[in-house]
């Protein structure tokens, strides 16, 4: 692999820019019901994935997330740029590696690389529902700042009328450094 891909590196994992041979990896985690649970789309077949493969290669806020030890590519953060210097934050992993601390290597990673280089602030958004999404967030030392309710909808019911869901927003700011969350 060419070392203009790699974003960062940490003790466990390859932060890099997605290639085309991930294809089979990304469809094994973004067609899985659970894994996609909270997310604005539904599980995706393999022509959905082939097609979001090419978005994520074309974009610098999609982030793949990759074993050292296997070269398998287990998830995705994403880092999307907003104004004042702002940054949000979210993340996919497949589900086989869920619990074993590669959201947080990766996204503390990225999250002290961010800071080093003038951003301001990073924010993440999530459903209340999603306990390991925001759990994740405080660990990292996030602070939640608020909680709308029934903002958002991804689907509508059998009537077409909107499901409505809650949102927690959870920030941290580049002067947020003495906390215990490893930055």
């Not at 891909?5 to 067609?31: A, C, H, M, N």
């Not at 997310?39 to 290669?57: D, T």
């Not at 951003?119 to 459903?127: A, T, V």
């Amino acid at each position: 692999m060419e070392n203009s891909s790699i974003v960062k590196e940490t003790e466990r994992l390859i932060l890099r820019r997605y290639k085309e041979t991930d294809l089979q990896d990304l469809f094994q985690y973004l067609s899985d019901e659970k894994v996609v649970e909270f997310e604005p789309y539904k599980p995706m077949s393999l022509e959905e994935a082939r097609e979001n493969l090419k978005w994520r290669i074309g974009t610098e806020e999609m982030i793949a997330v990759e074993l050292k030890s296997s070269h398998k590519m287990i998830g995705n953060v994403y880092l999307g740029k907003r104004e004042f210097e702002a940054l949000e934050i979210g993340y996919v992993f497949h589900r086989d590696y869920w619990g074993k601390g590669y959201a947080a290597e990766s996204c503390r990673a990225l999250i002290r690389q961010a800071f080093s280089h003038g951003i301001h602030r990073i924010y993440g958004e999530c459903d209340p529902n999603n306990l390991s999404s925001w759990k994740l967030l405080e660990t990292l030392g996030f602070h939640r700042e608020a909680h709308f309710h029934q903002n958002v909808y991804f689907w509508k019911d059998e009537k077409g009328r909107p499901i409505w869901k809650d949102t927690y927003v959870y920030a941290k700011l580049d002067t947020d450094r003495t906390d215990n969350s490893g930055f």
